[in-house]
């Protein structure tokens, strides 16, 4: 079985930019909530810092675009490495 690069691509970044955004956006209504989480994605990400809603958004396409890398590569190392499916038997003939 082979993965879909550009599926895994698409859905880790998703997951991985909605987990970021909504953990911003508690942040944004409950301070103490994320912050060490936050924390280390600005640590990760240059230009983002814990912040406001401008920076919620910095953080969430940081993360889009670093799990979608990460999920291609992934992909394509998992098809590279995977052994080959086996060959489908022939079909039986016609009986004589």
Do not use: C, R
């Amino acid at each position: 079985m082979k993965l879909s690069i550009k599926s895994l691509a698409i859905t880790a970044g998703i997951l991985w930019a909605g987990a970021v955004f909504i953990t911003g956006i508690a942040h944004l209504a409950w301070p103490s909530y994320g912050a060490e989480f936050l924390g280390m994605a600005a640590s990760v990400y240059p230009g983002y810092s814990v912040g406001g809603f401008g920076s919620v958004i910095v953080g969430t396409l940081y993360a889009a675009l670093d799990a979608a890398v990460g999920g291609a590569i992934f992909a394509w190392l998992y098809n590279k490495l995977a052994a080959p499916a086996p060959a489908p038997a022939p079909a039986p003939g016609p009986v004589a």
